[in-house]
Nanobody, 125 residues
Framework: QVQLVESGGGSVQAGGSLRLSCAASPYTDSGYCVGWFRQAPGKEREAVATIDSVGTPRYVDSVKGRFTVSRDDTKATLSLQMYSLKPEDTAMYYC???????????????????WGQGTQVSVSS
């Protein structure tokens, strides 16, 4: 069992920045794919970014150049640095882990078997 706990959400104006963190416990071998998803009201949960066990990040087009995903396996933490936030970034953000593979398999949320409880990000215009 892996427990994921997000933190760092909040409310900002458009153009602002936020940094989300996700702590994994218990701290065991963290050599697996992890990522961030988001879900806006009335919409499907969608992928934002993933990072595999060797640190290769991938981003969906809508956040490329604005978001940076990183991981620190010594601390079992995952981060998402968000710059130039837009109102359309408003959503509940979830961290997720696919403990079945080290290289991320894709964007599908069905690939991820552990989820955090989410942290809210609100961006006003």
């Amino acid at each position: 069992q892996v427990q994921l706990v997000e933190s760092g959400g909040g409310s900002v104006q458009a153009g602002g920045s936020l940094r989300l963190s996700c702590a994994a416990s218990p701290y065991t071998d963290s050599g697996y794919c992890v990522g961030w998803f988001r879900q806006a009201p009335g919409k499907e949960r969608e992928a934002v970014a993933t990072i595999d066990s060797v640190g290769t990040p991938r981003y969906v087009d809508s956040v490329k150049g604005r978001f940076t995903v990183s991981r620190d396996d010594t601390k079992a933490t995952l981060s998402l640095q968000m710059y130039s936030l837009k109102p359309e970034d408003t959503a509940m953000y979830y961290c997720a882990a696919d403990t079945t593979r080290g290289l991320c398999g894709g964007w599908s949320k069905e690939l991820f078997n552990y989820w955090g409880q989410g942290t809210q990000v609100s961006v006003s215009s």
